[in-house]
């Protein structure tokens, strides 16, 4: 199963996180995972507009939806967690965090940058279909474009249920819609200019696919869609044009809420 969350895949930023030492072996660069809310915020909530980058709106509104509750002393988990980076800004508001994902080596860093940054983070490798929670043990689960890689194992719905208390929510930041021909677009100018396929072992999701496979797990679903237009961001760099498309996205899908099918985010909360 794939490893996901806020994995850092670029090779020049993957540079700054490792060190040689003077035997000349590859170690982690201790300075390159020090972090805090602000620098955490800089970096992955803000919208590529303001300095971010191009998934800053879609991750803030899921760390929104998660943070307009008060967590202290509550149990979240960063599912598919990555490198941790999500996990460690959460345990900065007293919320008691666990994070897994499949990676071996991702866990390890994970674990090496809660040690930098003195938070105490219980992160494990898992596999999503089998997870070692006990059954009603989190407040809050929260994913970082990890739900569309695992959705389609056939116990991965049932688990995200089984570990959350009654009344707990699962919140998930995702790439959204067979609808959406921008995204489509978008997939294959990134396929061309990494000359890689875009066929990646993953799925989009779509409102359908969610009724079928999440419906009968939870009480409640509900998804809020984003980035109509604005799915061309991370081929944009001028700040004015992409302010211009992300006002544009919210009044067309103010006057035109069904345009929403044909946007390509989306934040998902499941109820238990």
């Given at each position: 199963m794939k490893s996901t969350g806020l994995a850092l895949n670029d090779m020049k930023e993957n540079e700054i996180l490792f060190q040689n030492n003077k035997y000349g072996n590859t170690v982690l660069n201790e300075a390159a995972h020090r972090?805090?809310?602000a620098l955490f915020e800089a970096?992955?909530?803000?919208?590529?507009?303001k300095g971010g980058n191009s998934r800053g709106v879609l991750f803030n509104q899921a760390v929104s939806k998660l943070l307009k509750n008060d967590i202290r002393g509550k149990k979240v988990l960063d599912y598919c967690c990555g490198r941790g980076d999500l996990a460690v800004y959460l345990s900065q508001f007293g919320a008691e965090i666990y994070g897994f994902d499949i990676s071996k080596n991702a866990i390890e860093v994970a674990n090496f940058k809660a040690a930098v940054n003195n938070q105490k983070i219980d992160f494990k490798v898992m596999d999503a279909e089998k997870l070692s929670y006990p059954d009603s043990f989190f407040d809050y689960v929260i994913g970082f474009e990890a739900l569309h890689h695992v959705i389609l194992y056939q116990n991965v719905p049932a688990e995200i249920n089984r570990i959350l208390k009654k009344d707990g929510k699962a919140i998930f930041a995702e790439n959204w819609g067979h609808d959406n021909i921008f995204y489509q677009i978008g997939?294959?100018?990134?396929a061309l200019k990494s000359h890689k396929s875009d066929e990646r072992g993953e799925v989009i999701l779509h409102k359908k696919l969610i009724s079928e496979k999440l419906n009968k797990h939870f009480q409640e679903v509900v998804i809020e869609n984003f980035s109509l237009l604005y799915?061309?961001?991370?081929y944009i760099s001028n700040k004015f044009l992409l302010r211009v498309l992300r006002s544009v996205d919210s009044k067309l899908l103010k006057?035109?809420?069904?345009f929403s099918r044909l946007c390509g985010e989306a934040v998902l909360v499941l109820k238990k």
């Open positions: 972090t805090d809310k970096r992955f909530l803000t919208a590529k507009e997939r294959r100018l990134t799915i061309f961001k991370k006057f035109f809420p069904s």
